[in-house]
């Protein structure tokens, strides 16, 4: 397995937010982990990319505990991408992707040539080449969304984690987005997102791990694990699922 969780327990301070989450998964999935707010996905997050220590329990990539990989060794295996993204400065969009690709490079120095080359690949891979010149300031919502997937994919990282990456977008960039992260799991990446639309799990995962105060509390293929007895018991709403269609009944 490329990414196994074990056990892991994590708190802040006193208050424990993760209660021993257990889950493995491998190249060329896309895992979607859903779960009210509060239950402690991006916190799993923050440990899995090494910004947070748990206080029991261990992360392996590929075998090996992430306490024994560098900052930059890590940043190789998994690419992170946040919910949103606010760009201080109005580099090119060409500028921004390249960013990525700092792991590689020695303090201090600047992207070569090779560097640039990747990103237009990258841009163009996406659909996006058009945009290379363009502020980041500049572009829409779901372009500035697919800007960061650039960004992350020129890391060569083959494990991608996503902290709700389509809250902020209109319905159709959520889908564009949600079929662009298909491709690339079906293209060999480990993509991971949190989400709040079982929905979209319905339609482009191929596992759901669901979390409930701290604690995996389902895992499986999305036309199993999501029931009306689990949205229930994440979200205090009643549905019933037909044809693939979450119904549910509101009062």
């Known amino acids: 397995m490329s ?27 896309l895992i979607y982990i859903l779960g009210p707010n509060g239950v402690g996905k991006s916190t799993l997050f923050r440990c899995i990319l090494g910004q947070l220590k748990s206080s029991r329990g261990n992360i392996l990539i590929s075998g090996k505990s992430i306490s024994d ?19 201080t400065f ?25 560097d ?15 945009l290379a010149e363009r502020g980041v300031t500049e572009i829409s919502g779901g372009e500035r969304q697919l800007v960061l997937i650039a960004r992350a994919l020129v890391q060569d990282a083959k494990i991608l984690i996503m902290d709700e990456p389509t809250s902020n977008l209109d319905y159709g960039n959520q889908l564009r987005i949600q079929n662009k992260m298909r491709h690339l799991s079906e ?30 509390v389902a895992s499986g293929k999305p036309g199993e694990v999501i029931n009306p007895n689990l949205m229930e018991q994440l979200y205090s709403l009643k549905v019933e699922v037909r044809d693939g269609q979450l119904i549910p009944f509101l009062t």
């Open 3 to 29: 990414l196994s969780i074990e056990n892991l327990y994590f708190s802040y301070n006193s208050a424990p937010v993760l209660k021993g989450v257990s889950f493995s998964a491998d190249y060329g999935e």
């Open 69 to 87: 990989y560098s900052i930059a060794e890590l940043a190789k295996e998994v690419a992170y991408i946040p919910q949103s993204y606010k760009p």
């Open 90 to 114: 109005n580099y090119s969009v060409l500028q921004t992707v390249t960013m990525g690709r700092t792991v590689y490079m020695p303090l201090f120095a600047s992207p070569s040539d090779s």
């Open 116 to 130: 640039y080359e990747k990103s237009r690949e990258v841009l163009e891979k996406l659909g996006i080449s058009d």
């Open 187 to 216: 293209e060999g990446m480990l993509v991971i997102q949190s989400s709040h639309n079982p929905q979209n799990a319905l339609q482009f995962a191929d596992r759901v791990i669901a979390m409930y105060d701290g604690m995996n």
